[in-house]
């Protein structure tokens, strides 16, 4: 296996989309940044070099780092963050998974202009689907008119799609519509589009007029074929589809689209994007002057269209045939909004201003929160695991039953009128190494305008079964797919539904759980899954931070339990 190694020049430059010259932070002066392109097995080595004015740390989103936990990249939970005109280097090996995944930065918001994909390739044995003529990454993101509007609320929300950093011709000030992506392809041959979501906020739609898509893999999983016009993809995941050119040799528009639930609340919606899918010259003949043919969209508020596209997914893989059965742990967790009231509940819901702090994202009610630390917490952890007093265990159930997606329930009023009352820690599960965990994320109608793309770092989980309103552990166990589950590191949760997943806790380490709706990760819906440290050790680990996995273990074999 190769040692392939980069570095990334993190900076501010300016870019100009929407008529507006905008400062951002991209990696090595590229929107989207540089591709990491490794076999299986290989090791990775990224230097990081934070010139920017920001704190920084690069995630591998989706990549197990397993017994590696500190290369995870989340600030101030696997490490500092990497100061500005600080280094930091990150060492991994991609081992087991296959396919296409990312990177990006962990820091709230710089995601948007600080990532690219990483694509792993197989290292050998009967290729699972035809070798295909090219490969093409399809980066989906969002721009935004002056970054970081959305977290200034007096600023324009003057928001964007993009394919590969590029906006496309249906923006008032886009230039010719071959300044959006151009993907040049010729007749007959077939085409692997590496396609990830990069973007904070929208689930897309994407559709090549004349053209059908064979979804062959998500999130580095591959699945049965699929084949379909249409390809649903939440902020975190990556898909894998082949495309053949076997249309007519002319221009085709791709078409990347943001599913919109209707909004309660005013919200700017994000436009759609296109570029264009360009036959190669036959006979000599210029197709650049075709006007390129339009794919057939669905409502942009058909969240169904999503529901089905992931309800399709099986995966292809006997590795992933072997579905645990046992069960160790069972938990139930409800999505929502909350705020912090002062006094009791009915004086949170007056919303009148006075007892309220602002909008908190919450699991099962609880909001996370940093504990004030100086290390990051894996150290602080492994260091001393006795004392995990900033630690407060993930409640099972939340304190109060509500209706969670009944529709008629759904308040109307101003947000702070349907808050649930919330309470913020730093909101935490611990696993004995080798449980098997059963999550369900349930969806609340506080839910019902963003979307919920559930990531879970360090582990895959099977998704067994998704479905509309409430789960019903009774009726809904049975229609659980233990055969053949697709394999995912980002799961979404349907709008105003749930959906079960499984995963087996055997990658010691802190990793973070969290929706991949910045929103709602910079609110605070997330939760540290801590797995107590296993019986194999990994030499590779820096030395110092293997001596600490050896406190901790020791730790639990003295204590033998978990939960505190
Ligand atoms: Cu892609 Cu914790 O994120």
């Not at 962990?106 to 290729?127: D, E, F, K, N, S």
């Not at 396609?195 to 059908?212: F, T």
């Not at 002057?289 to 508020?301: F, I, L, Q, W």
């Amino acid at each position: 296996a190769a040692v392939v190694e980069h570095t990334f020049i993190v900076s501010q430059v300016n870019m100009t989309h929407l008529c507006k010259e905008t400062p951002v932070i991209v990696v090595n002066g590229q929107l989207p940044g540089p591709a990491i392109e490794v076999t299986e097995g290989d090791s990775v080595v990224v230097h990081v070099i934070n010139k920017s004015p920001y704190n920084m740390t690069i995630h591998w989103h989706g990549v197990k780092q397993q017994l590696n936990c500190w290369a995870d990249g989340v600030p101030m939970v696997t490490q500092l963050p990497i100061l500005p005109n600080h280094n930091f280097t990150y060492q991994f090996v991609v081992s087991e998974q296959e396919g296409t995944l990312w990177w990006h930065a962990h820091v709230p918001l710089y995601r948007a202009t600080v990532h690219g994909v990483l694509i792993i390739r197989a290292r050998q044995g009967v290729p699972l689907f035809p070798k295909p003529h090219k490969e093409v990454p399809i980066i989906i993101g969002e721009w935004w008119g002056i970054q970081l509007a959305y977290a200034d609320t007096t600023s324009d929300y003057n928001s964007a799609s993009t394919i590969n950093g590029k906006l496309g011709d249906l923006y008032n000030c886009s230039g010719a519509m071959e300044e959006g992506y151009m993907m040049d392809v010729e007749p007959g041959k077939t085409y692997l589009l590496r396609i990830v979501n990069a973007a904070l906020l929208s689930e897309y739609y994407l559709k090549i007029a004349g053209h059908k898509f064979t979804v062959v893999a998500a999130d580095a999983n591959y699945v049965s074929p699929y084949t379909t016009d249409i390809i649903a993809i939440a902020p975190g995941q990556t898909v894998d589809a082949l495309v053949v050119a076997n249309a007519a040799p002319g221009r085709y528009y791709m078409v990347a689209m943001p599913n919109q639930p209707p909004k309660p609340d005013f919200q700017s919606p994000v436009l759609p994007t296109r570029g264009i899918m360009q036959y190669s010259n036959t006979e000599g003949r210029s197709l650049s002057s075709d006007v390129p043919m339009s794919p057939e969209m669905p409502d942009n508020h058909d969240t169904m269209v999503s529901f089905y596209f992931h309800g399709n997914l099986t995966s292809l893989h006997p590795r992933h045939l072997l579905v645990p059965e046992r069960l160790d742990e069972r938990m139930f967790i409800t999505l929502g909004l909350g705020s912090v009231c002062k006094h009791d509940r009915l004086s949170c819901k007056r919303g009148d201003g006075s007892n309220e702090s602002t909008i908190l994202a919450t699991m099962n009610n609880v909001s996370f929160h940093l504990p004030p630390v100086s290390t990051s917490l894996l150290e602080a952890y492994y260091n001393n695991p006795s004392n995990v007093d900033w630690l407060q265990e993930l409640p099972d159930m939340p304190p109060q039953v509500f209706d969670f997606t009944d529709h008629s329930l759904i308040p109307t009023g101003p947000k702070a009128e349907r808050l649930e009352p919330t309470s913020k820690a730093a909101l935490a599960r611990r696993f004995r190494y080798g449980d098997v965990v059963e999550v369900v994320f349930q969806s609340t109608s506080l839910m019902q305008s963003d979307s919920n793309p559930m990531h879970l770092h360090g582990h895959d989980m099977f998704v067994l079964a998704q479905g509309q309103g409430n789960y019903d552990m009774e009726k809904d166990v049975a229609r659980y797919n233990l055969v053949n589950p697709p394999v995912v590191n980002t799961v979404l949760v349907p709008r105003l539904g749930w959906v079960a997943v499984r995963f087996v806790a055997d990658n010691p380490g802190i990793w973070y759980m969290h929706c991949h709706y910045e929103f709602h990760l910079t609110m605070g819906m997330v939760a540290l899954f801590i797995v107590e440290h296993g019986p194999t050790v990994n030499t590779s680990l820096p030395s110092r931070l293997l001596d600490l996995i050896g406190t901790a273990n020791d730790h639990f074999l003295m204590h033998g339990q978990k939960n505190g």
